[in-house]
Nanobody, 127 residues
Framework: QVQLVESGGGLVQAGGSLRLSCAAS????????TAWFRQTPGKEREFVAG????????PYADSVKGRFTISRDAATLTVFLQMNSLKPEDTAVYYC????????????????????WGQGTQVTVSS
């Protein structure tokens, strides 16, 4: 089990930027794919971006490609989501998640594949 804590959410104007952080327990990323999901009321939690255990594979949802960037810092065991050119439709609660895997290049996109979740951080983008 991995403990995850998100931070960095807030209120931002459309076109602005935010960087979300997800601090993970432990000492290494080995054995885990990590990802960001988001959820709005009445909608299913959706995949936003992910990063493989290797750090080399980083798929994105089509809606955020070119605007969001996922990265990580091994020294602090933190996963980031840099969000640029934010739109009102990006408004959601953002969650980080970790999926245990033996495949260093896999990045699940289905939420059921993730066993560990943070508490979420609210991102609100105003017009």
């Amino acid at each position: 089990q991995v403990q995850l804590v998100e931070s960095g959410g807030g209120l931002v104007q459309a076109g602005g930027s935010l960087r979300l952080s997800c601090a993970a327990s432990g000492q290494t990323f080995t054995g885990y794919a990590t990802a960001w999901f988001r959820q709005t009321p009445g909608k299913e939690r959706e995949f936003v971006a992910g990063l493989s255990w290797s750090g080399d594979i980083g798929p994105y949802a089509d809606s955020v490609k070119g605007r969001f960037t996922i990265s990580r810092d091994a020294a602090t065991l933190t996963v980031f989501l840099q969000m640029n050119s934010l739109k009102p439709e990006d408004t959601a609660v953002y969650y980080c998640a970790a999926a245990h895997t033996t495949d260093r290049y896999s990045v699940p996109r289905v939420k059921s594949n993730y066993g560990d979740w943070g508490q979420g951080t609210q991102v609100t983008v105003s017009s």
